[in-house]
């Protein structure tokens, strides 16, 4: 592994990164999805596929670039530090380079350039209420009928449900085979009669959470990406795509640099903060194991450019990225005292109540695509060749 980019990789950082300081406005922070939000979601999205970047790295065929791995790298990267919008990451991420493995050349002329153009949002139907972790045990049915398959059942956690156009679910197609066999998976039109989705609202007072409820939707057998009752294989190949990536390290890493620089600006008890050496230790700590978070991701992106599959080390890249994220949460919360506890709409909230906000919703980091524990069941078994 070359542990430096291209002068073309670095000139891309350099353009993607006047680009984003020109169309993100000045106040810019992130924040919700929802209102106006949603809407410049979109408008960036449109801006950001008219210039091929949404999809640097598909081949050309499917409306890419051909690209190398380390320049989408650096495109998720900055995105995320940025924390700008315009991203579907179910679409650009997950369902696509899992579509161009399994899915016939139809879904790929189908559902690949409408993702490549920004125009459709995607979302994820796995988890049920009553099957998470242990996601083989899922009971969403579908079951034959003529020319379709009719769904019953409902899924849970579904993230930008209420904003998606599309959602590609798991479904029991054989109720009587062992529960790792019998799976489907299946894509269905959000739009559809027989698809409820039902708002959830987080800790943090945000809604991006859904529970989705089919009853009796239909869906073509010309939706099946892969073979009948062997979709745990393409639900677990998603989960790959979904667990890697470079965003754990450079959201981690903003929020780092921030919190660095308030210490630095603040004083208690007549010292910086950062001069308190309990403090400026555990910075120091966390701002190495960041770099370790990043350089995982990078190690991933360049095994996939050399056509490996990255199995074992997403799922290392994602427990130790999401752990990290709640770690800086929480020292955050200690550093700023009883004044981070205040939302963000509070004018004395520092750092404009992003930490808090990070302290509650990062809590579901190390277990949504996977808890820490099932990761590190992947690494023992899959990684070391240890016994189940």
Same mark, same amino acid.
């Given at each position: 592994?070359?542990?430096? &980019?291209?002068?073309?990789?670095?000139? &891309?950082?350099?353009?993607?990164?006047?680009?984003?300081?020109?169309?993100?406005?000045?106040?810019?922070?992130?924040?919700?999805?929802?209102?106006?939000?949603?809407?410049?979601?979109?408008?960036?999205?449109?801006?950001?596929?008219?210039?091929?970047?949404?999809?640097?790295?598909?081949?050309?065929?499917?409306?890419? *670039?051909?690209?190398?791995?380390?320049?989408?790298?650096?495109?998720?990267?900055?995105?995320?530090?940025?924390?700008?919008?315009?991203?579907? *990451?179910?679409?650009?991420?997950?369902?696509?380079?899992?579509?161009?493995?399994?899915?016939?050349?139809?879904?790929?002329?189908?559902?690949?350039?409408?993702?490549?153009?920004?125009?459709? *949002?995607?979302?994820?139907?796995?988890?049920?209420?009553?099957?998470?972790?242990?996601?083989?045990?899922?009971?969403?049915?579908? #079951?034959?009928?003529?020319?379709?398959? #009719?769904?019953?059942?409902?899924?849970?956690?579904?993230?930008?449900?209420?904003?998606?156009?599309?959602?590609?679910?798991? %479904?029991?197609?054989?109720?009587?085979?062992?529960?790792?066999?019998?799976?489907? &998976? /299946?894509?269905?039109?959000?739009?559809?009669?027989?698809?409820?989705?039902?708002?959830?609202?987080?800790?943090?007072?945000?809604?991006?959470?859904?529970?989705?409820?089919?009853?009796?939707?239909?869906?073509?057998?010309?939706?099946? #990406?892969?073979?009948?009752?062997?979709?745990?294989?393409?639900?677990?190949?998603?989960?790959?795509?979904?667990?890697?990536?470079?965003?754990?390290?450079?959201?981690?890493?903003?929020?780092?640099?921030?919190?660095?620089? &308030?210490?630095?600006?603040? %004083?208690?008890?007549?010292?910086?903060?950062?001069?308190?050496?309990?403090?400026?230790?555990?910075?120091?700590?966390?701002?190495?194991?960041?770099?370790?978070?990043? /350089?995982?991701?990078?190690?991933?992106?360049?095994?996939?450019?050399?056509?490996?599959?990255?199995?074992?080390?997403? +799922?290392?890249?994602? +427990?130790?990225?999401?752990?990290?994220?709640?770690?800086?949460?929480?020292?955050?919360?200690?550093?700023?005292? /009883?004044?981070? *506890?205040?939302?963000?709409?509070?004018?004395?909230?520092?750092?404009?109540?992003?930490?808090?906000?990070?302290?509650?919703?990062?809590?579901?980091?190390?277990?949504?695509?996977?808890?820490?524990?099932?990761?590190?069941?992947?690494?023992?078994?899959?990684?070391?060749?240890?016994?189940?």
């Amino acid at each position: 592994m070359e542990f430096k &980019f291209t002068a073309d990789e670095e000139n &891309f950082r350099a353009e993607l990164r006047e680009f984003l300081q020109k169309e993100l406005p000045e106040d810019w922070t992130g924040g919700g999805e929802e209102g106006d939000n949603w809407d410049f979601e979109l408008e960036m999205r449109k801006k950001l596929a008219d210039k091929g970047w949404l999809t640097m790295a598909w081949p050309e065929e499917y409306g890419g *670039q051909g690209a190398s791995h380390m320049m989408q790298l650096i495109f998720a990267e900055e995105m995320a530090y940025q924390r700008a919008p315009g991203r579907d *990451q179910f679409g650009t991420k997950m369902l696509a380079p899992t579509l161009m493995i399994h899915g016939t050349e139809e879904q790929k002329r189908q559902y690949l350039p409408p993702i490549a153009r920004g125009e459709v *949002q995607w979302c994820q139907g796995y988890s049920e209420p009553e099957s998470g972790s242990d996601l083989a045990s899922l009971q969403t049915r579908a #079951v034959e009928d003529g020319d379709d398959f #009719v769904i019953n059942g409902t899924k849970i956690w579904t993230s930008n449900a209420h904003h998606a156009d599309h959602v590609m679910v798991l %479904t029991r197609t054989d109720p009587d085979a062992p529960k790792h066999r019998g799976i489907s &998976f /299946l894509l269905a039109d959000m739009h559809q009669p027989g698809i409820e989705v039902r708002p959830i609202i987080n800790m943090a007072n945000n809604h991006s959470f859904n529970m989705v409820v089919f009853d009796d939707a239909r869906v073509p057998k010309q939706n099946l #990406v892969g073979e009948l009752n062997r979709g745990w294989y393409v639900g677990a190949t998603l989960l790959d795509f979904e667990r890697s990536g470079v965003e754990y390290s450079a959201g981690t890493k903003r929020t780092l640099e921030e919190l660095v620089q &308030f210490c630095k600006d603040t %004083t208690r008890n007549g010292i910086r903060l950062i001069d308190d050496p309990k403090i400026s230790r555990k910075l120091a700590d966390l701002t190495v194991k960041t770099e370790i978070s990043r /350089l995982i991701s990078y190690q991933i992106a360049w095994m996939q450019s050399a056509g490996l599959v990255p199995n074992k080390e997403s +799922s290392m890249g994602k +427990s130790f990225g999401t752990e990290l994220q709640q770690a800086v949460a929480r020292a955050g919360m200690e550093i700023l005292g /009883l004044y981070g *506890q205040l939302d963000p709409e509070s004018k004395y909230a520092p750092l404009q109540g992003r930490i808090e906000q990070s302290y509650m919703t990062s809590v579901s980091a190390t277990i949504a695509a996977g808890t820490s524990e099932i990761q590190r069941n992947i690494i023992a078994s899959r990684g070391l060749g240890l016994p189940r």
